[in-house]
């Protein structure tokens, strides 16, 4: 064992905790900084008093027959917002699939809305 190494090898493992830390902040400020009013506070993720993840809530919009545009616009505030990080996690490509759905349905109804409208 050399214990030369130690000190190195903890530095390093600091530096790399530093690190995921600031990049879990970087992610997850990029879903905030496009959901908007539609996030939650940032919460980070921590096991043995080192940072696992992050995260934040977004709200997804309900299908508004009332009001399509509104769900088409705050779906498309959720696509944006779980696609701004550099690196979508799998839950965020998740999140995007299921605002494209939602979207998707309220731009039929918005599209019946308009047949009706000048039929
Ligand atoms: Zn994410």
Redesign the pocket.
């Known amino acids: 064992m050399n214990l030369m190494n130690i000190p190195a090898f903890k530095n390093q493992q600091q530096s790399m905790i530093k690190k995921s830390l600031s990049e879990i902040y970087t ?2 400020r990029a ?1 905030k900084a496009k959901g908007g009013s539609l996030t939650g506070p940032i919460v980070i993720d921590w096991k043995n008093g080192v940072p696992t993840g992050g995260h934040v809530s977004i709200s997804m919009p309900k299908l508004n027959p009332k009001n399509p545009q509104k769900t088409i616009d705050n779906a498309q505030t959720v696509i944006n917002s779980a696609m701004a ?1 550099a690196d ?2 799998s ?2 490509y998740k999140v995007a699939a299921q605002a494209k759905s939602v979207k998707a349905q309220a731009q039929r109804v918005q599209n019946n809305k308009r047949v009706d409208y000048y039929a």
């Open positions: 992610h997850e879903h990080p979508p996690s839950q965020d």
